[in-house]
């Protein structure tokens, strides 16, 4: 596990008890990262030293990439951005070099990390970067409310994404949520493929961009043998549930449903790096950091999510 932003809302810091133990027990699972003395007092805390964790302990990956006194809850600062891709670099060596089948990362904040010099638009391309891959393989998969979302384009202005957005570019998203999905125990995945525009167009009414990309993402992508459905307008396939999946064009189209129906309670899946890599759909909460009122339901359900395609459990539908 690790840690995101240490002066972000950190829920296994903020809201000890049941489901903090639940939280600390996956942990000794999937994780690494540095928590010491963050989690519940009945658990003994002890390094990382190549043996499984016994009943009612947790082992530790130290990283020490944050003094305790450059630790400000609630205030964003370059130390903690720095401190942020410190402890990702350091849970995929920890994953790399066999030590455990997945990574949960916390809440991160663009705005520190790009404070900190690290050009840094969310997890996707930070992972995409740190396992050499280009950056538009690897995206990110909403998961939450019933709904599973991959985003062909994230964190950017709008007009710069949709001028990204590209018949290969969904081809390879779409791809890529296809073998996700399998490795989520998704046999033969269904997938569904919003339009750029309203009505995916209306057969060009409301502009030729579907007709030049997205209807001839979906003709390549059915040649490919994949089950696939679509262009249509995203506000008409929401509506169905014959679907393991949709793809959406850019951020808003994919996250506004998924939190509308999830709340915070969302895991977001980075897909297309080689990893099995998590995250949460929230962010990093600075005006209640420290507050003891958040909630860990978002961290739990993205190891549960992992844990499934892991073997460690089962995934969240």
């Known amino acids: 596990m690790a840690s995101g932003l240490k002066s972000r809302s950190r829920p296994q ?3 000890p008890g049941r489901a903090d133990r639940r939280l600390c027990w996956w942990a000794t699972n999937l ?5 010491a003395d963050l ?10 030293d190549g043996v499984a964790p016994g009943p009612n302990s947790l082992r530790l990956l130290a990283v020490d990439a944050l003094p305790r006194e450059a630790l400000t809850p609630g205030t964003p600062l370059a130390a903690g951005g720095r401190a ?5 670099a350091a849970a995929i060596r920890f994953v790399n070099d066999g030590h455990a089948a997945a990574i949960v990362a916390c809440p991160h904040s663009e705005t520190s990390v790009n404070a900190a010099g690290i050009p840094f638009s969310g997890y996707p391309s930070l992972l995409a970067r740190l396992m050499n891959v280009p950056e538009d393989e690897v995206f990110l998969m909403l998961v939450g409310g019933g709904l599973r979302i991959v985003h062909v384009t994230l964190h950017e ?4 994404a949709l001028g990204r957005i590209t018949s290969e570019l969904i081809v390879r998203a779409t791809r890529t949520a296809d073998a996700a999905l399998r490795k989520l125990n998704v046999e ?3 997938i569904g493929l919003f339009g750029i525009n309203p ?3 209306e057969g060009g009414l409301f502009g030729d961009d579907d007709n030049r990309i997205t209807v001839t993402a979906a003709e390549r992508l059915q040649a490919l043998g994949l089950n696939v ?3 249509l307008g995203a506000d008409l396939m929401l509506g169905r549930r014959d679907f393991d999946a949709f793809v959406a064009m850019y951020h808003d189209q994919g996250h506004i449903p998924v939190k509308l129906l999830a709340g915070r309670n969302s895991a977001a899946l980075s897909i297309g790096s080689g990893l099995l890599f998590s995250s949460v759909g929230h962010g990093s909460a600075f005006d209640i950091a420290g507050h003891s009122v958040t909630e860990p339901e978002a961290v739990l359900q993205s190891i549960q999510l992992l844990g499934g395609a892991s073997h460690f459990g089962e995934a969240v539908s």
Not at 31 to 35: E, V
Not at 39 to 48: G, H, N, P, V, Y
Not at 157 to 160: A, D, M, S
């Open 199 to 201: 009505h995916a167009g």
């Open 39 to 48: 989690c519940a007092k009945d658990l003994t805390i002890r390094s990382f």
């Open 13 to 15: 810091q903020d809201l």
């Open 229 to 231: 459905e679509g262009p």
């Open 188 to 190: 033969q995945p269904r």
């Open 157 to 160: 202005r709008l007009h710069t």
């Open 31 to 35: 994780s690494s990262g540095s928590i």
């Open 84 to 88: 942020t891709v410190a402890y990702v």
